[in-house]
T-cell receptor, first 114, second 113 residues
């Protein structure tokens, strides 16, 4: 059973379009992180959200943590070819999350076509 | 520069020939972990270490060994590699296991023939 479900699995869009990808769970997370992975490289941390309802912005990327801390979304405005990659969400479960490894979703593979 | 260094980046080996993939971090992180990444299966955790001399199995530990004798190093050992261990491997480190960002290495692409 996958604790973190990401959707869609694949997304191919034209440059300039907007998109949203989702990360859902039935579990409550004390914090949630988003990573981007480019081909042949390791994942790179984009953001960490810790408070229910929290919204963080990173240039054209907007991250939101659900009120109940069970889900998160990543919205990209005016996508660019440089946004192409695998987007992974990862969550820390439980109160004492410092002692529990992150749980990773399988990712959304985004392709932005020029 | 803060980083996790994995070596080698690419490795082709034969079934049964013992190999070690090294991982080193320069951030004084307590937590280190190994993952394998396969198409359609995502990142799967092999082993992790909360601190020096403390290691634990992840989701797919069979066929692998690790050690954590020093804080900065966390090598992954395949005593008798098999073709089903052909994969892309990543080492990661963090201040703590959860709630803090992970820094990943650049990966090791292993092919076992």
């Amino acid at each position: 059973t996958q604790l973190l479900e990401q959707s869609p699995q694949f997304l191919s869009i034209q440059e300039g379009e907007n998109l949203t990808v989702y990360c859902n769970s039935s579990s409550v997370f004390s914090s949630l992180q988003w990573y981007r992975q480019e081909p042949g490289e390791g994942p790179v941390l984009l953001v960490t959200v810790v408070t229910g309802g929290e919204v963080k912005k990173l240039k054209r990327l907007t991250f939101q943590f659900g009120d109940a801390r069970k889900d998160s979304s990543l919205h990209i405005t005016a996508a660019q070819p440089g946004d192409t990659g695998l987007y992974l969400c990862a969550g820390a479960i439980g109160v004492n999350s410092g002692n529990t490894p992150l749980v990773f979703g399988k990712g959304t593979r985004l392709s932005v076509i020029a | 520069e803060a980083q996790v260094t994995q070596n080698p980046r690419y490795l082709i080996t034969v079934t049964g020939k013992k190999l070690t993939v090294t991982c080193s971090q320069n951030m004084n992180h307590e937590y280190m972990s190994w993952y394998r990444q396969d198409p359609g299966l995502g990142l799967r955790q092999i082993y992790y270490s909360m601190n020096v001399e403390v290691t634990d199995k992840g989701d797919v530990p069979e066929g692998y060994k690790v050690s954590r004798k020093e804080k900065r190093n966390f090598p992954l050992i395949l005593e008798s590699p098999s073709p089903n261990q052909t994969s892309l491997y990543f080492c990661a480190s963090s201040f703590k296991a959860g709630g803090y960002g992970y820094t990943f290495g650049s990966g090791t692409r292993l092919t076992v023939v």
